[in-house]
């Protein structure tokens, strides 16, 4: 659908008959709002009327630093090299050769630099400011993050010895106990996206085009990452905990109240109705 007739729609039908009209599109079938069955249905519903205040403060990746220091400690979160409005007065000579920069209140924005002397600030700057003026989350109904100041960061870049991005645990937690573990593997390369039970029990399906037929190991750490994602998700109703496993160490990613705005489809599709007895 061109971008000009999503806004067009967004703007003039409303968002609950935008919303069935997107959702329809993506997952192939039209969604019940006020009866959902399927795990997308709930996720559409929650975002729709039931996302709670504290998803603007928790969906913002410098204001929910602060939370997580109080909830498991300042050792769990990414180095930090600064935060702020602009890039402007930044000291790149005072960064590390490989860095990435992130804005802080949407999935997209994120610029990986691994040579800085090579790096062009000015497209850099151009490409950040670009994202941070756009009202991220109005055309997927995810309106919290419009309350959400805009601001960038830059953090360590996370990689093996290797040079690979390590693999993303993503924990869906339902009033702080979680039920479900999707993985993301192999993100800029061979891209699998794996889910899993509470116990690592291998489900079989996948999410959208992305394959699924790997499996990976339990990690020796996924107790403690699944208890550092209880802990964050205690008393709220249903969000979903990003972790990583990082040379031996676990560094938290982001908290996420309405996973692909609750528009990917799982496959086979059958199992987004088994899903939703989850929640």
């Known amino acids: ?66 939370f997580v220091k109080g909830i498991i400690g300042e050792n769990y979160l990414n180095k930090l090299y600064f935060s702020g409005d602009s890039l402007t007065g930044v000291d790149f000579s005072a960064l590390p050769e490989k ?27 151009h490409s950040i400011n670009h994202f941070l003026s756009k009202s991220f989350g109005y ?16 953090e360590e870049l996370m990689e093996d010895e290797k040079g690979n991005i390590p693999d993303d645990y993503k924990f869906f937690c339902f009033n702080g106990v979680c039920k479900m573990i999707q993985v993301n593997k192999d993100r800029f390369s061979n891209h699998n996206i794996l889910f899993y039970d509470e116990e690592w029990n291998k489900f079989p399906f996948g999410l959208s085009h992305y394959p699924y037929a790997a499996d990976l190991s339990k990690p020796e750490n996924f107790d403690e990452m699944k208890n550092i994602a209880e802990k964050l998700s205690k008393n709220i109703e249903f969000v979903r905990v990003d972790l990583y496993s990082y040379n031996k160490t676990i560094k938290f990613g982001e908290m996420t109240f309405a996973p692909n705005a609750g528009w990917k489809p799982f496959t086979p599709n059958k199992y987004d109705l088994i899903l939703g007895s989850l929640w």
């Open 139 to 154: 055309l997927t109904n995810e309106i919290w993050y419009l309350d959400i100041k805009p601001q960038i960061l830059i």
């Open 1 to 66: 659908m061109k971008s000009f007739l999503i806004k067009f729609l967004r703007n003039t039908v409303g968002a609950v008959t935008y919303e069935k009209i997107r959702a329809r599109q993506y997952l192939g079938y039209w969604p019940n709002i006020h009866e959902p069955k399927t795990l997308n249905e709930k996720i559409i519903q929650a975002k729709l009327f039931r996302i709670p205040s504290s998803a603007v403060m928790l969906s913002d990746k410098v204001a929910v630093r602060d």
């Open 99 to 125: 860095f990435i920069i992130k804005a802080n209140n949407g999935c997209e924005g994120n610029i990986i630099i691994r040579e800085k002397s090579k790096a062009n600030i000015q497209d850099i700057d």
